[in-house]
């Protein structure tokens, strides 16, 4: 059992069994660093859930959302208008068609739908969507590439999205490199720098280990809350469908209402003339 395995089994799972299927992961390895990693996997939001569940169960739906992009590039390059009028449509036919069905409340599907026109324009999104592992939406500028750095559980291949520029200091080394010379080669340490700096790597994982259990436990809080959310999410909605139904009882109770106090009203005018005609026949007696 490797830790990619194990992420994808956990980001195939409900969001609500996330947390529990993580711990339970994380409970059958010997593997203390291993244990360690599959317990940092963090929960995904409930628009990028929706996403690697499309990933697994329709992923020729999303492959015809992605494909899009790759005709539309070539079409902006050849500055044809018509063919990037045609797929512009055929792009917002497939977004829909991609979350119909999916049963999202409104703000989760916006948020879907963003993302897989974050995926049409940029191929670094399109690799994270590809990865069936997001952890939260993407969103695109139209300008500057889409940043997944923290977006998707394990790191996926980005090749084919624009490469970052590399470092000052590493492009100047290749330079120098290419010209035939070497890079200075660091001095020889002595003693007791080697201890400064044995101490200050230790000093460094006592931090590191500390800031590890911080950020474990604000994500076992950040869990708790998003399924806070969704828990609250979801009673917003029946409380939206109660009240819909509700305010349509309450339309008929009023018209039944009317219809009765109209009746009631009829029947008392006949009660008068009933009585006015008993005593009529009373007085002629």
Do not use: C
């Amino acid at each position: 059992m490797d830790l990619r395995e194990v992420a994808e089994e956990l980001y195939a799972s409900a969001p609500a069994a996330f947390v529990e299927r993580r711990s339970a992961a994380a409970q059958e390895t010997d593997d203390r660093d291993l244990a360690r990693r599959i317990r940092a996997l963090r929960k995904p939001t409930a628009s990028a859930a929706a996403l690697n569940a499309l990933m697994r169960n329709d992923p020729e739906a999303v492959h015809d959302v992605l494909e899009i992009g790759d005709r539309l590039r070539d079409a902006f390059a050849a500055r044809d208008r018509a063919a990037i009028r045609e797929l512009t449509r055929e792009r917002q036919r497939l977004l829909q068609a991609a979350t119909r069905g999916l049963g999202l409340s409104a703000a989760v599907a916006r948020e879907v739908e963003e993302t897989l026109q974050a995926a049409v324009v940029d191929p670094a999104a399109a690799a994270a969507v590809r990865s069936g592992m997001l952890l939260r939406s993407l969103e695109s500028t139209g300008v500057d590439e889409v940043d997944v750095s923290d977006a998707v559980a394990l790191p996926v291949d980005t090749s084919a999205a624009p490469s970052r520029r590399p470092p000052r200091s590493a492009k100047q080394a290749a330079v120098k490199q290419a010209a035939g010379q070497t890079v200075d080669e660091a001095p020889r340490e002595t003693a007791s720098e080697r201890r400064e700096r044995q101490r200050r790597i230790r000093t460094a994982q006592k931090a590191l280990e500390r800031a590890r259990a911080d950020a474990d436990g604000l994500d076992d809080e950040l869990d708790a809350e998003v399924d806070r959310r969704t828990d609250l999410e979801g009673e917003r909605d029946t409380l939206e469908r109660r009240l819909e139904r509700t305010t349509e009882e309450l339309a008929e109770a009023r018209a039944v209402e009317r219809d009765l106090r109209r009746r009631i009203a009829a029947a008392q005018a006949a009660l008068r003339d009933a009585e006015r005609a008993l005593r009529d026949a009373r007085a002629d007696a």
